[in-house]
């Protein structure tokens, strides 16, 4: 199947895909682990294995981000997972680089996954869906969406009532750990923060993370 988004580089774009049949991807935190590790580890241009460094005396899933990488093939500004899709924000910095990454961190999550409960066939809708971030009113939506996205596990209708308790929001966004929210926001110090280019995550992502009006006012 052709893709209709064409990726260019240095352009940014809205990467997301869910489980087939709308399955859950993620059924424990080893599992969301996993995927943030190889999210950091195989964005880069050379080889990993990672099963193999995995099963060599005693690494283990933290330990990835112990390790070297090559140069990278996407700059990742955000990225949110929930139960059965997820969302990242990507700027293309070399040419092929989205595609070359995402193959590479699906298949290699897919296969820990259906060996690790016993399946087979594919896990990931097929092709992963993309957008174009091509104007600045998408650029400060975009941010948001991805963020807010897991306020669905907190308060069901938020999109459509607005947030009620902010500051229980707040805290809840603070806490997920399976978002960049909590390393744009430099809310704490962890491990996973080398996953984002923090140097390419604009300053307003902060500021407006709990405005919705940016969310509700702009629809791409």
């Known amino acids: 199947m052709e893709r209709k988004v064409k ?8 990467l997301f895909s869910r ?25 880069q241009e050379d080889h990993f294995h990672v099963s193999n460094f995995l099963n060599k005396g005693q690494n283990n899933i933290l330990d990835l981000y112990k390790q070297k990488r090559g140069k990278p093939l996407v700059s990742i500004l955000a990225y949110s997972l ?8 990507v700027r293309e910095i ?18 820990y996954f259906n060996i690790k409960n016993e399946r087979s066939g594919p896990l990931f809708v097929h092709p992963f869906r993309s957008e174009h971030i091509d104007n600045d009113s998408y650029f400060l939506y975009i941010f ?9 596990l907190l308060e069901k209708g938020w999109k459509e009532n607005g947030i009620k308790n902010k500051k229980k ?15 744009s926001c430099k809310l704490i110090d962890r491990i996973e923060s080398q996953i984002i ?6 300053d307003f992502v902060s500021r407006v993370a709990l405005d919705i009006s940016g969310y509700t006012k702009y629809q791409k």
């Not at 990726?7 to 809205?14: A, K």
């Not at 929930?82 to 924000?89: L, S, V």
């Not at 948001?144 to 669905?152: A, E, K, P, T």
């Not at 280019?197 to 604009?202: K, L």
């Open 94 to 111: 070399v040419e092929n680089g989205i595609s070359t990454f995402m193959m590479k961190l699906l298949t290699a999550y897919s296969m």
């Open 169 to 183: 929001a707040q805290e809840f966004l603070g806490s997920y750990h399976y978002s960049s929210y909590p390393d």
């Open 19 to 43: 489980g087939v049949e709308k399955r859950k991807i993620f059924l424990d935190r080893k599992d969301y682990e996993r995927f943030l590790a190889l999210l950091y580890i195989l964005n």
């Open 197 to 202: 280019d923090s140097d390419s995550v604009p």
């Open 82 to 89: 929930m139960p059965n899709h997820f969302h990242f924000i």
């Open 7 to 14: 990726f260019v580089e240095e352009e940014h774009y809205h």
């Open 144 to 152: 948001s969406y991805v963020h807010l996205n897991c306020l669905d």
